[in-house]
């Protein structure tokens, strides 16, 4: 059995009941082969895979809280730290009721490779905790927030680990979490990304991913002969990521037809209207619904369906797994040309396997969502300067970025002889500088 199989077998084994982590794990040492093949000896001796796929710590505990009838109630909190080869562990924190050690650790070990991609400086964590905002009072969800923190804040730094958001994590919660941080420790640092810009927040970070995605998005067609002026676009979820890919798109010409969240989906065929869908999910944190009540015309459906709309570029969004082999089957009938990943792991390994195989440009989200974590990279870069930088100049940082990953991904795609895989090329070019710093930093 080669190395490879080897270590893939021993981690399947033993982690056999975290179906999230394995399903990155797999994709990865898949894509992974012919490096590993090249170089077995030594990162056998190195037992690199071992220890790429192992975390420096998980880091779980107790979060009691009180909610606004007087009762105490408890969630789980967690922090992994990945891997901090090339620097400070960075990665954001997930709320969510779907939270476990699984979808954690994935997440994590995705970051990694991400946060390599971005040429930055930073290594890849990742947290968050079963603790659902939905529904919540602005009180208690700062209750659970300055008590995850005040367990959470023996383990971060500046210069140790920067949490951020992600789904569940946005400018409130950042904003609790730092004020508690601050309180706590009497340091003002910049220990965590994404920041409200009266103290210590980047512009950009809050359409970073969602515009870096479309930046990316736009350098791929583009070396494919064409553009997003005139196109298609299907969105899926309706958060953070989703309003500012479907922004971006719009701004570079392309129609976006769809959005949905937990509950259902919009397809407005004049095109979303952005303002309400801010409105509704910004302002109000309401459901999707709500759309249909303030625009008769578009349609509204509960449950999923996005990918039933004939497209040409599909992005999805939302969340992990949301993109199945009958949705791949779905776009390909209907003649989609590309699909990039705003969220996480978004589309399965059989899903992602068919749209290949059926010549779909396709690229993973630890290239083409790394917007988000980049511009926290610049926030970083700016907080140790004691400076702040203007849009325009942080907007044109983070497209030189998407622009370089691409180039990157499709470049190291071509040298191990599979042009135009991403997938490949993503994980090619994110494991090698992380392994080159691992071997230079010895037994660690
Ligand atoms: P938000 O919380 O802002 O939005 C998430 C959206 O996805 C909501 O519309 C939500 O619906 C929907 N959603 C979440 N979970 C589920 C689920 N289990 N089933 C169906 N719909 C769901 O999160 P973000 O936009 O920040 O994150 C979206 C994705 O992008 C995640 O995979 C995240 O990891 C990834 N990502 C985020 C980055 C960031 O900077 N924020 C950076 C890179 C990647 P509802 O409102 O009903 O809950
Ligand atoms: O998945 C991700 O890259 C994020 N949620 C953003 C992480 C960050 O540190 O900005």
Same mark, same amino acid.
């Given at each position: 059995m080669s190395y490879l199989q080897n270590v893939l077998t021993q981690i399947e084994t033993k982690y056999s009941y975290q179906p999230e982590f394995? !399903?990155? *794990?797999?994709?990865?040492? @898949? %894509?992974? @082969?012919?490096?590993?093949? $090249?170089? @077995? $000896?030594l990162y056998e001796q190195e037992a690199i895979l071992e220890r790429i796929t192992e975390p420096d710590r998980q880091i779980q505990f107790r979060v009691p809280w009180v909610d606004d009838s007087g009762k105490m109630r408890v969630n789980t909190g967690y922090r992994i730290q990945f891997n901090n080869a090339i620097g400070p562990y960075k990665g954001g924190l997930r709320l969510h009721p779907s939270v476990n050690l699984s979808v954690i650790k994935f997440l994590g070990f995705e970051q990694v490779f991400k946060n390599s991609l971005t040429g930055l400086p930073m290594g890849g964590g990742k947290g968050g905790s079963d603790f659902d905002p939905k529904g919540k009072s602005d009180r208690e969800v700062m209750?659970?927030? !300055?008590?995850f923190m005040t367990e959470l804040y023996k383990y971060i730094g500046a210069d140790e680990d920067v949490p951020a958001g992600d789904i569940g994590t946005g400018a409130r919660e950042i904003g609790y979490l730092y004020g508690q941080y601050k309180r706590i420790t009497g340091l003002y640092e910049g220990v965590l990304t994404g920041k409200g810009l009266s103290y210590g927040g980047s512009l950009v970070r809050t359409q970073a991913t969602g515009y870096g995605l479309l930046y990316l998005v736009d350098e791929l067609l583009?070396?494919?002969? %064409?553009?997003?002026?005139? /196109?298609?676009v299907t969105v899926s979820g309706a958060g953070?990521?989703?309003?500012y890919a479907a922004e971006k798109a719009q701004q570079l010409g392309g129609k976006v037809v769809t959005l949905s969240? %937990?509950? +259902?989906?919009?397809?407005? $065929?004049?095109?979303?209207?952005?303002?309400?869908v801010k409105d509704i999910k910004e302002v109000r944190r309401a459901r999707l619904s709500e759309y249909k009540a303030a625009k008769p015309s578009a349609d509204y459906h509960e449950g999923r369906g996005v990918w039933t709309i004939k497209t040409d570029i599909a992005l999805p969004c939302a969340t992990q797994n949301e993109l199945l082999l009958?949705? =791949? /089957?779905?776009? *390909?009938?209907? +003649? *989609? !040309? =590309?699909v990039c990943e705003g969220a996480n792991m978004p589309t399965t390994i059989e899903a992602t396997k068919y749209l290949q195989e059926?010549? *779909?440009l396709f690229?993973?989200? $630890? =290239?083409?969502?790394?917007?988000g974590v980049a511009t926290s990279g610049l926030e970083m870069s700016q907080n140790s300067e004691r400076l702040s930088w203007s849009f325009e100049e942080v907007d044109a940082k983070l497209k030189g970025i998407m622009t370089g990953i691409y180039k990157n991904i499709a470049a190291a795609a071509e040298e191990y002889g599979m042009k135009g895989n991403y997938v490949a090329g993503a994980n090619i070019a994110g494991f090698s500088k992380v392994v080159n710093a691992m071997l230079a930093q010895g037994a660690v």
């Open positions: 394995l !399903q990155a *794990v797999r994709e990865v040492f @898949e %894509s992974l @082969e012919p490096v590993i093949t $090249k170089n @077995e $000896k209750a659970f927030c !300055q008590s583009k070396d494919h002969g %064409s553009g997003l002026d005139g /196109k298609t953070n990521v989703a309003i969240d %937990s509950t +259902g989906w919009i397809y407005d $065929k004049d095109g979303v209207d952005l303002a309400l009958d949705d =791949a /089957k779905e776009l *390909v009938k209907n +003649g *989609v !040309q =590309a059926n010549g *779909v690229v993973p989200g $630890k =290239a083409s969502n790394a917007g």
